[in-house]
């Protein structure tokens, strides 16, 4: 979810950290106009000054410590907080701060509850990068900007947090989609809904027809623990040429260094290109195969079922069980996982020396694809 966010007021930004699991909602009052930023410097949401709002706690502290907001005390949220049982026709809000993935889960989790009882409607309140997320899955109500008003919020039966995340110890060893329904109290997903992609950007995306397999490989950021290694990738993305594949890089703009990726026709760099989560599911679902780590390409992946090889290090391999078509490889290196996707090795190393481990070596992830591929023959 979530990793960090900045308040800027009066004209000078001030960085303050939020942390990855939200816990609980607080009512607040903006002391003056502060625009919201994510760690990459982009703008999440606005905060108007005097108006009354609903932030998870985490987002509270860091802003009253920077002078942001105020907490308003003995102003009650009007209405409970969903914690299972039966529905018949309300109406229930779910906030949402998360990362891309978790939208994913949590929008499959939202749509089993919705199953279940079909006249409930649910409406997320989300910052703009999620609600992409979300406007791909069915809908089980409105989508709504991030954050609430306190009038906003009372005009429903329930909210719905993820206050009781913070009680599942550090080393859960569940699923996404475990984790997501205990703590929302709904059905748990056996799989995913399919992403419904516009039709206008499958043609935008239609690619030329090809007899040779066409794979993806989602290049992870710089730095960041869950990144396949850049001698790796280059090792990788050479057999796979070799062996008559078309490779299709995909990721951030920054996330590839290029120089060292065979310069070829059967290399497609994609990094940067597809903005939105619409425009890479166009990409990943005419693909064969896909090669990612723990990220959304996999969550993406999974869900439009298509075939996944997912080098784990850093995380858990159990975060992608979700999905029948992902076939997940744990690092066998003592130190994973380590459980610290984010920020610097907890060992003082410059990269994640789990993944040079001999499971997630390029021969080994290609052995893999081959028999994922042949099992599922789509190629």
Not at 209 to 224: D, E, K, N, Q, Y
Request: proline residues 7%; contains cysteine; glycine residues 8%.
């Amino acid at each position: 979810m979530k990793r960090g966010a900045g308040v800027r007021q009066r004209s000078q930004t001030r960085q303050i950290r939020s942390i990855v699991w939200v816990q609980t909602v607080q009512i607040v009052e903006a002391i003056a106009d502060a625009n919201v930023f994510d760690t990459g410097g982009q703008p999440v949401y606005r905060l108007c000054a005097g108006n009354h709002f609903v932030l998870y706690d985490t987002e509270v502290g860091h802003g009253i410590r920077d002078k942001a907001l105020r907490l308003i005390e003995g102003l009650d949220r009007a209405l409970p907080v969903y914690g299972g049982g039966h529905l018949t026709d309300q109406k229930l809000i779910l906030p949402f701060i998360g990362r891309r993935g978790d939208a994913l889960v949590v929008s499959s989790c939202l749509f089993a509850l919705k199953q279940r009882y079909p006249r409930i409607s649910i409406d997320i309140a989300a910052p703009e990068e999620a609600r992409e997320v979300f406007e791909l899955m069915p809908r089980t109500g409105e989508l709504l900007s991030y954050p609430l008003t306190v009038g906003h919020v009372k005009g429903y039966d329930y909210y719905m947090s993820f206050e009781e995340i913070e009680a599942i110890p550090r080393g859960w060893n569940r699923s996404c989609a475990d984790v997501f329904s205990a703590c929302l109290h709904t059905p748990r997903p056996t799989a995913p809904p399919l992403p419904a992609i516009p039709v206008d950007v499958k043609k935008l995306w239609a690619l030329e027809p090809t007899a040779c397999p066409r794979i993806a490989i989602h290049v992870g950021l710089p730095g960041s623990l869950r990144s396949y290694p850049t001698d790796l990738l280059a090792r990788l993305v050479g057999r796979l040429i070799d062996d008559g594949v078309d490779v299709y890089l995909v990721g951030a703009s920054s996330a590839v260094d290029r120089a060292s990726i065979p310069d070829t026709t059967k290399v497609h760099d994609l990094c940067g290109r597809t903005r939105t989560p619409a425009d890479l599911a166009a990409v990943l679902e005419q693909m064969d195969a896909v090669v990612t780590g723990d990220s959304f390409p996999l969550h993406l992946a999974g869900a439009l079922g298509v075939p996944t090889i997912a080098p784990f290090t850093a995380t858990d391999a159990v975060i992608g069980s979700d999905y029948p078509s992902v076939v997940t490889i744990q690092s066998e290196a003592g130190c994973s996982p380590c459980h610290v996707p984010t920020g610097v090795c907890p060992h003082g190393h410059n990269e994640c020396v789990a993944h040079h481990e001999h499971s997630l070596s390029p021969e080994a992830l290609i052995e893999r694809i081959d028999s994922l591929m042949a099992v599922v023959g789509r190629v």
